[in-house]
């Protein structure tokens, strides 16, 4: 059996994060020599090979709880989930209830715009259920907090600071609002399911919303269809692994439904890691530089000076091919390169339903099992991540802890 791993374990020790390294994990074997041979005699049972060329280089990483909202951020002119439940709880149901499951998709600010970035294929995704046997409807969707333009950028302040406004969440409200979603956009039946299913789904959106706490837009690569440097976390990105997890959970997907996504992608060469805030900040001149490439694109400024900042910033980045991205809370700078920036509307299938009694492992299962210490890998249960052109092995769950233990071990020794 050949399993691969789409990941990239970092060299460098994580910076005032939170996480134990994978160093630490491992110390309870007494000797480099004695990690090493372990490792090797797992890696023979399994005959496992790890290829880091699939999926992100630098996955996205998730996070112990929320952080506390910075008052600071506010959104320009519509509220984060303006109708939510109380406490943005997801409903629970009888375990035989019937409930049909609908993908959405309306144009980015259709409320201002209507469809016109809906003919750039310019969409915000989200989900809806149906209750067949009470009649109860309600809608889920995640995204930015404070809108789409302040969470991309820094917000930059009179003293050549800067705010991350950035967290994303989920978003759930009572009803289903047809006309919106079917006036420019979508609204098809994708899935029929239990209750039963749905109230673990519930589980998984809550653990989901509490790990995955940031909004990401860009999707850096290398070349177009090329090595992905960072993958997006944003509305798309939500419900391809809502629909993932609900195949983890047995859901069967009508096949015949095709189903595209946004993607806004940058391309750049190897990224270079800068450090995270606390780095970066004690670095006087790179942190100015930093500071003044993002106030080319601040929201809340005149429509002229605006124009001005955004040629400005144009410049940077086509002329002068350079870009500074946050991802993971950590500052890397991005070599530009052509075609530099570009929009893509790919279709992403319907996944297949996992009927069998093994649980699959990919780099979003093992780095919630390394990050979180988490030995008993079925306490990872809700934790993959799906990830376009990621190999998943699937294997028997009393084998999982030789598998993690192997991946302890072979990124220690």
Known sequence: MQIKFGINWQDRQEQDDGWNTVEELSMDMKSSSERSAFADDLNEQFKMSIDTSQGPVHPYRRFKSRPKFNPYCQAGVVPFCPTGRVDNTMPRFHDFDKI?????????????????????????DA???KNLDTGFNYTLEWYELVELFNCTFAHTLEDDSMIWCNQGAACIYDGVDDKHWLEYGTLVKVAEITGAISNQFAEWVEWDNNTAIYYETWTVWDEPGGQMWFDSFDCASFVIRAFQELANLGTEFNQSVHLNYTRINLYSDKPVYLGNDTVV??????????????????SHQSFQ??????????DEVFEDHMFYLYYNFEYWFLPMKQPYMKLTYFEKPLPKANNTDTLPIDDGNLFCVLQLKALDPTQCRNAMLFKENSPMGKVKVEDQYKLVF????????
């Open 100 to 124: 049909e499951v609908y993908a959405l998709k309306a144009p980015v600010f259709e409320f201002k715009l209507g469809d016109l970035l809906g003919k750039f294929h310019i969409m915000h």
């Open 406 to 413: 192997f991946m302890i071990l072979k990124n220690s020794s």
């Open 127 to 129: 989900m809806a259920f």
């Open 281 to 298: 900040k004690a670095n006087e001149s790179l942190y100015q530089n930093i500071t003044d490439f993002y106030k080319k694109f601040q």
């Open 305 to 314: 000076d605006l124009m001005t900042h955004l040629i400005e910033g144009y």
